[in-house]
Nanobody
């Protein structure tokens, strides 16, 4: 298994922006999709956004229009540009990826903490 490393989190005021990054400790070929997830205190991990090898993107309704996912799937690198942040966006953010059959060859990383507060 290959480790994923997330970075870029921090404390930001409501309405602010952050850009998260994710990279693999070593590159795995054949990855089809890279995802972002988040887990708020006391809640289950939830899916946030994804980007596929052909560049198509999808978002959870809660972040649509505010977050933008981008990346280089071949390099197992993905970014999450977050804008118009709300307190309810506070969570630990994780990335992961999978092959076309849905299987992931990655270990979950430590995540990066995002705190939205005044």
């Amino acid at each position: 298994q290959v480790q994923l490393v997330e970075s870029g989190g921090g404390l930001v005021q409501p309405g602010g922006s952050l850009r998260l990054s994710c990279a693999a400790s070593s590159i795995i070929s054949g990855i089809y999709t890279m995802h972002w997830y988040r887990q708020a205190p006391g809640k289950q991990r939830e899916w946030v956004a994804r980007i596929t090898r052909d560049g198509s993107t999808n978002y959870a309704d809660s972040v649509k229009g505010r977050f933008t996912v981008s990346g280089d799937i071949a390099k197992n690198t993905v970014f999450l540009q977050m804008g118009s942040l709300k307190p309810e966006d506070t969570a630990v953010y994780y990335c992961n990826g999978n092959y076309f059959n849905g299987v992931s060859p990655f270990d979950w990383g430590q995540g990066t903490q995002v705190t939205v507060s005044s």
